[in-house]
């Protein structure tokens, strides 16, 4: 698949069987489905909110593998292949492209604080080993290191370096690497809307999981120029966005996943599951966003 990448783009998260010990390959398979079925444009499996840091390379080619072969290239599958050491993202790296995969999401080394010199090289290594698109992930609060405009566009220039997830938080950027670089596009990490409208190809969605349909629909209401209608729902989404961010992530996107029928198992350890508070509240944000979208749906069917 060689289409450019647009739209959103989901972050899926990885499921466990009950006991937390092995990937529920059948779940995953049944997720993949359902996300294309409902509209996503796109699927990355084995990021921050796949738990990738909590699978082994064994785990890690079987998520690949089942992913791969789930979407069947119905949409472009990218992998993240994230490590500390160089060589080993190169090898996840050559191994997500000889199982199929479309593309690479990549963050930075995110413990040694790498200089822009040492980024370079580690990014020239991975893809001089491959042939699909790498989308480098800049997070500076999770890897420790800011990809810079300016140095996002030096990325540019390496051959397989087409997109990046950015994630720092500062719209201006969109607009900075789209005024500096001819060759990344930009996919929104966080605040999708403002983003895209400023400029950002793609959004890479946490969201997604449990709202497939609706944060595609965002993309496509922008991309036909139907802006207030994305506000509109981006607004009603905002909400849930505020509730699944911060530190647990993970496992408020899983108990979210339980909530609307698509339950995938807990997180594994060290995190915990959604104390059980913050598990009501997040149902009943699910339940009132439904019954506001039967309310709109009522009303565009009366128009």
């Given amino acids: 698949m060689d289409k450019a990448f647009r739209g959103s783009h989901i972050v899926l998260a990885t499921p466990f069987t009950a006991d ?49 072969d789930a979407a069947n290239g119905r949409v472009p599958v990218l992998i993240g292949t994230a490590d500390e050491w160089t060589d080993k993202t190169v090898r996840y790296s050559v191994e997500a492209q000889a199982a199929g995969a479309d593309g690479l999401m990549i963050i930075s080394p995110y413990y040694s604080s790498p200089t822009e010199d ?36 030096r990325l540019g220039d390496l051959e397989n370096v087409r997109y990046i997830k950015e994630s720092s938080g500062d719209i201006s950027r969109v607009r900075e690497i789209h005024r500096i670089s001819n060759s990344v596009s930009v996919f929104a990490g966080y605040h999708p809307f403002e983003a895209l409208a400023a400029g950002a190809k793609g959004y890479v969605s946490v969201i997604g999981n449990f709202l497939p349909a609706e944060s595609a629909a965002v993309c496509d209401l922008m991309d036909a120029g139907r802006h207030n209608e994305a506000l509109r729902l981006y607004n009603r989404m905002i909400p849930l966005l505020n509730a699944i961010a911060g530190d647990k992530y993970v496992s408020a996107t899983k108990c979210a996943m339980a909530a609307v029928g698509m339950p995938i198992g807990d997180p594994r350890p060290p995190r915990l599951t959604l104390p059980n508070a913050d598990a009501a509240r997040l149902r009943g944000l699910i339940a009132e ?15």
């Fill in 20 to 68: 937390g010990s092995a990937i529920d390959t059948s779940a995953l398979h049944r997720i993949v489905d359902w996300q294309i079925e409902s509209g996503s444009h796109g699927l990355i499996s084995l990021g921050s909110t796949g738990e990738f840091l909590s699978v082994t390379d064994e785990e890690r080619r079987l998520i690949v593998g089942t992913v791969v």
């Fill in 118 to 153: 040492e980024l370079f090289e580690h990014f020239r290594r991975i893809s001089d080993a491959v042939s699909i698109p790498i989308m480098v992930y800049n997070n500076p609060n999770t890897a420790n290191v800011d990809l810079r405009p300016e140095f996002v566009a």
């Fill in 289 to 303: 966003f439904k019954r506001e979208s039967i309310m709109q749906e009522a009303v565009e069917a009366a128009d």
